[in-house]
């Protein structure tokens, strides 16, 4: 695993995710070259308060005024350099001041609420972790980015969202060097990365990361499978995190030919037996047994578990594809 996100998992963990293991790539080729330090990886797993008295969306007054404490660590951050100061146990805190924060730009301006407030802790992590705008960071197509927004030095403009003139309500070049890509539109996040990437190898910037945020809606497009096996075709170092969330945008309630639940989470019910208390504990038995068996049994024993797991969750679909994955991680 190499080390960027090797740091992930720690500051994912300070947030309370729970991380259930992590795989080798499955295709021999793939393992070959990724030894010590695998090329492309993947990880399964949101303004100022307004006055009191202050109008929102369709004139009706804004109720949400942020957290009776304030906001004490948000109000160091004017950058992600800041949020590198802090230490891991205060990003829970921070986490929470950034969630209240979203709930009150967005209670003036309306705006994506639901897909930003299920990024914040995912948000704070990869700033945090990696070196942004020097890492490329992609979200897919960027609805989710008003804690990115907040954390990037534009929380004095949250007011202004989706507003003439003011804060686009989606990742957009023009408006910060940490909106690398512009979006709006689906499934065009690891094709992106993988591009930056590709660019960071010809100008000799090899140390620099490219992380693509992708949905469960979005990675059921042909578009993010045509970018996964062109990533293992360049050999091109790519890291890839899979918010598998079940809330994809259509259907939204309304009868339809899919019915009236979010569709296409890529494993509802895996992910479930995956963390159910009888599989976990048969796992916990199986690997205690197993070192009490010779080493080169031992290994047998780890290949066999890891093709269980890959096939229960998923993760043999992207490993197979020449990823490192990791996951399923409990995001809640």
Same mark, same amino acid.
């Given at each position: 695993?190499h ?5 992930? #998992?720690?500051?994912l963990?300070?947030l ?5 293991g992590?795989?080798?790539?499955a295709? @021999?080729?793939?393992r070959?070259?990724? &030894?010590?330090? @695998?090329?492309?990886?993947a990880?399964?797993?949101q303004?100022?308060n @307004?006055?009191?008295g202050?109008t929102g969306v369709?004139?009706l007054?804004?109720?949400y005024?942020?957290p009776? $404490? $304030?906001?004490?660590?948000? +109000?160091?951050?004017?950058s992600?350099?800041d ?8 990003? /829970?805190? #921070?986490?929470a001041?950034l ?9 003036k301006?309306?705006?994506?609420l ?5 990024v *914040?802790?995912l ?5 945090? *972790?990696f +070196?942004?705008?020097d ?12 804690p990115?927004?907040i954390?990037?030095?534009r ?6 969202l989706?507003? /003439?003139?003011g804060?686009?309500?989606?990742a957009k ?5 940490? +909106? !690398?890509f512009?979006?709006?539109?689906s ?23 490219? &992380?693509?945020v992708i949905?469960d809606?979005a !990675? ?13 075709y360049?050999?091109? %170092? !790519? !890291?890839?995190i ?10 939204? $309630? ?7 639940? @979010? ?9 479930? #037996? ?12 199986? %690997?205690?047994?197993? %070192?009490?068996l ?5 290994a047998v ?12 969750s998923?993760g043999? #679909?992207?490993?197979?594809?020449g ?6 991680? +409990? $995001?809640?």
């Amino acid at each position: 695993m190499h080390a960027s996100l090797a740091a992930l #998992l720690p500051a994912l963990a300070a947030l309370g995710f729970a991380p259930q293991g992590a795989r080798r790539v499955a295709t @021999p080729a793939a393992r070959a070259t990724s &030894v010590g330090s @695998p090329a492309r990886a993947a990880v399964r797993l949101q303004a100022e308060n @307004p006055p009191i008295g202050a109008t929102g969306v369709n004139g009706l007054p804004v109720v949400y005024q942020g957290p009776p $404490g $304030g906001t004490p660590l948000l +109000d160091t951050i004017e950058s992600p350099a800041d949020l590198k100061r802090l230490q891991p146990s205060q990003l /829970k805190q #921070l986490a929470a001041e950034l969630r209240h924060e979203t709930l009150c730009a967005v209670s003036k301006t309306g705006g994506h609420l639901g897909s930003s407030l299920g990024v *914040v802790e995912l948000t704070v992590a990869l700033h945090y *972790v990696f +070196d942004t705008p020097d890492d490329a960071l992609v979200w897919d197509v960027s609805h989710q980015v008003y804690p990115h927004k907040i954390l990037t030095g534009r929380r004095h403009r949250m007011h202004s969202l989706r507003q /003439k003139g003011g804060l686009s309500g989606f990742a957009k070049r023009s408006e910060s060097e940490y +909106d !690398i890509f512009g979006a709006g539109h689906s499934t065009t996040s690891i094709s992106a990365a993988l591009g930056m990437a590709v660019a960071h190898n010809q100008n000799g910037a090899k140390g620099r990361n490219a &992380v693509a945020v992708i949905g469960d809606g979005a !990675i059921t497009g042909g578009m993010a499978y045509e970018a996964m096996n062109n990533a293992a075709y360049l050999n091109t %170092k !790519i !890291i890839t995190i899979l918010n598998d969330n079940g809330q994809v945008s259509l259907p939204t $309630g309304t009868q339809s030919a899919g019915g009236v639940a @979010p569709a296409g989470a890529l494993s509802q019910y895996t992910s479930r #037996l995956l963390t159910s208390r009888p599989f976990l504990d048969f796992r916990s038995f199986a %690997k205690s047994f197993s %070192k009490l068996l010779p080493e080169d049994i031992q290994a047998v024993n780890a290949r066999i578990d890891e093709y269980t797991r890959g096939v229960l969750s998923g993760g043999t #679909l992207f490993e197979e594809l020449g990823f490192y994955y990791v996951g399923p991680v +409990d $995001g809640h």
